[in-house]
């Protein structure tokens, strides 16, 4: 399902499902210690970097209660990444089509609770489903986050509102709202990918190289940099850089997207167009090894950063301050105009700018150029 369908099915109708059962869900407060939980369940459905930023949580509960089996609650398109972080179960529930979504959702709610979580972490930001699904699944302790105009909250036991931090220290935080000090933030775990599913032909790929992603993904397209902007900037890369080769990386559906950004350079010795070509194991690999990756706001942004390769990072309609790479070594180039950030949760992310994405035009391309070279030549 397109993430503006998932938007309005459940703001409209799951809100409504979650204001009636709100009516009859218990809100007492459970404190049962972390020290006793036998079973702590974590969802995120969307987005592979934010599942990436929920490993930082994913550390603290599994210090604080090292007795409990951790499971990731996700989709069945996040499912494979779930199976690289530190956890021990995981359930799936594939909702890309209606159809497959009402198919498997019984079996998927009766999986969970017959598990019979005691906690349950939803790092969903405002939507209803996941917070349905969280009071579906038995858990006495439901924690996640509100907003007062919000129907979700009803079906919480625990709750934060969004304050203006980066998303992997709201999720940490939640552990905060049960008793559990969160002192420090871990740094993100290091993917755990099957390097024996990496085919030849991608281990072969000709030394160095840097990685270079024009996508932003489906959930908002509106954070891509402009395509003729990546094109130059591949220009004048490869006639700085002689020796240094260019992989483009994107899923099936952005490789018409990624050989538009090309256009001539396509057939070029040092560039490779690998979009819809590659496994995660095989793209978690190529960022493993690459020098370093020029990308927009996007999943595999934050995949790099968890794999410990360098990033230059383009913000537009999103700010890094809640989005931004993790760890040492990145360049994020952020403008902060007045009418930025203006993805939020609080609307699904769906903002129609009226500015004709200024944000993003303000970005030349000798700034970026200039990044990169920073980012290639540090010691």
């Not at 360098?310 to 105009?337: N, Q, S």
């Amino acid at each position: 399902m397109r993430p503006q369908v998932l938007y309005r099915v459940d703001q409209k109708i799951v809100g409504t499902i979650c204001w009636l059962v709100g009516f009859f869900a218990s809100q007492r407060k459970q404190m049962l210690e972390p020290s006793r939980w036998r079973r702590i369940a974590v969802a995120k459905y969307m987005g592979m970097g934010s599942l990436v930023l929920a490993t930082p949580l994913l550390q603290i509960l599994r210090q604080n209660s090292p007795q409990a089996e951790i499971a990731i609650v996700t989709s069945s398109d996040l499912a494979q990444l779930a199976r690289m972080l530190p956890v021990d179960k995981i359930f799936a529930w594939d909702f890309r089509s209606v159809l497959s979504a009402l198919k498997t959702f019984p079996h998927f709610i009766s999986s969970l609770r017959r598990w019979r979580p005691d906690v349950f972490f939803d790092l969903e930001f405002f939507v209803n489903t996941s917070a349905l699904i969280a009071w579906l699944s038995g858990a006495p302790i439901r924690v996640g986050f509100h907003h007062a105009q919000s129907p979700r909250g009803r079906l919480l036991t625990h709750y934060l509102p969004l304050t203006p931090r980066h998303t992997a220290e709201l999720f940490a935080n939640l552990a905060w709202t049960v008793g559990i000090s969160v002192k420090s933030l871990p740094s993100l775990c290091r993917l755990n990918y099957d390097p024996q599913k990496v085919r030849d032909e991608i281990r072969s790929l000709p030394r160095p190289f840097v990685v270079v992603n024009p996508n932003a993904g489906e959930l908002a397209l509106q954070r891509r940099w402009m395509p003729e902007r990546f094109h130059d900037l591949l220009c004048r890369l490869l006639d700085s850089f002689p020796d240094m080769h260019f992989v483009f990386i994107g899923s099936r559906s952005e490789r018409n997207h990624v050989a538009s950004v090309l256009a001539e350079l396509s057939g070029h010795f040092r560039v490779r167009n690998l979009a819809g070509q590659l496994n995660l194991d095989e793209l978690c690999f190529v960022l493993d090894n690459a020098l370093a990756l020029i990308t927009n706001d996007s999943g595999p942004m934050h995949l790099a950063a968890a794999l410990g390769t360098p990033c230059v990072a383009l913000f537009g309609p999103e700010t890094p301050d809640h989005y931004g790479p993790m760890g040492e070594g990145h360049w994020t180039i952020y403008k902060r105009l007045p009418c930025s950030p203006c993805l939020t949760p609080f609307d699904g992310k769906m903002f129609p700018c009226p500015f004709e994405v200024q944000c993003l035009k303000a970005i030349s391309v000798d700034e970026v150029f200039e990044a990169a070279k920073k980012v290639i030549n540090r010691p």
